[in-house]
């Protein structure tokens, strides 16, 4: 993913982290001759938690300021595997989606089905009538960075005048 995004003069917005596989993904991005920018809170940067060769790094006073400025910055949402910061922050801009506060793209890079039990739920979700159809279909996910990217540049997002009809509930 970093070596394609890098390679097609694609900037990486993240939270700023220098460990784990968000870490890995800079310094290779970084690598490849690519932009990235991180946004992190100034306690994790006291804590030493900054990627310090950054193209830039963004220091905010608080997680939700950190989001905030990180969704501003981003054209598009990928959600590479990751635990439960992954998941809330990236459940965040996708309901953000489904409100209609934003109209990103927002995609799941399912490396080897990490998220296959996920999507599963999605649908699951959908099946019960938790979650519309039309807001399922907002989340692309694919397995390559290559087609999961090439996706999310030629997303239109739905025009849905309501997120729900209070007659049906």
């Given at each position: 993913?970093?070596?394609?995004?890098?390679?097609?003069?694609?900037?990486?917005?993240?939270g700023g982290?220098?460990?784990?596989?968000?870490?890995?993904?800079?310094?290779?991005?970084?690598?490849?001759?690519g932009e990235v920018i991180g946004v992190m809170p100034r306690s994790l940067v006291e804590k030493e938690l900054a990627h310090t060769r950054l193209s830039d790094l963004r220091v905010v006073e608080s997680m939700h300021e950190r989001k905030a400025h990180m969704a501003e910055l981003s054209d598009a949402f990928i959600a590479l595997p990751?635990?439960?910061?992954?998941?809330?922050?990236?459940c965040e801009v996708l309901t953000w989606t489904q409100l209609g506060l934003q109209r990103k793209p927002c995609g799941i890079l399912n490396v080897d089905g990490y998220y296959d039990q996920l999507l599963s739920l999605f649908d699951h979700a959908v099946d019960e009538q938790f979650l519309q159809p039309v807001h399922r279909q907002m989340l692309l996910s694919d397995s390559r960075p290559e087609s999961l990217v090439s996706r999310l540049l030629e997303y239109e997002p739905p025009l849905v005048e309501k997120w729900i009809d209070l007659r049906q509930s």
């Amino acid at each position: 993913m970093a070596r394609y995004v890098a390679g097609n003069g694609i900037a990486i917005v993240y939270g700023g982290g220098k460990v784990g596989l968000m870490g890995k993904l800079a310094d290779e991005a970084l690598g490849a001759g690519g932009e990235v920018i991180g946004v992190m809170p100034r306690s994790l940067v006291e804590k030493e938690l900054a990627h310090t060769r950054l193209s830039d790094l963004r220091v905010v006073e608080s997680m939700h300021e950190r989001k905030a400025h990180m969704a501003e910055l981003s054209d598009a949402f990928i959600a590479l595997p990751g635990g439960y910061g992954t998941f809330e922050e990236f459940c965040e801009v996708l309901t953000w989606t489904q409100l209609g506060l934003q109209r990103k793209p927002c995609g799941i890079l399912n490396v080897d089905g990490y998220y296959d039990q996920l999507l599963s739920l999605f649908d699951h979700a959908v099946d019960e009538q938790f979650l519309q159809p039309v807001h399922r279909q907002m989340l692309l996910s694919d397995s390559r960075p290559e087609s999961l990217v090439s996706r999310l540049l030629e997303y239109e997002p739905p025009l849905v005048e309501k997120w729900i009809d209070l007659r049906q509930s």
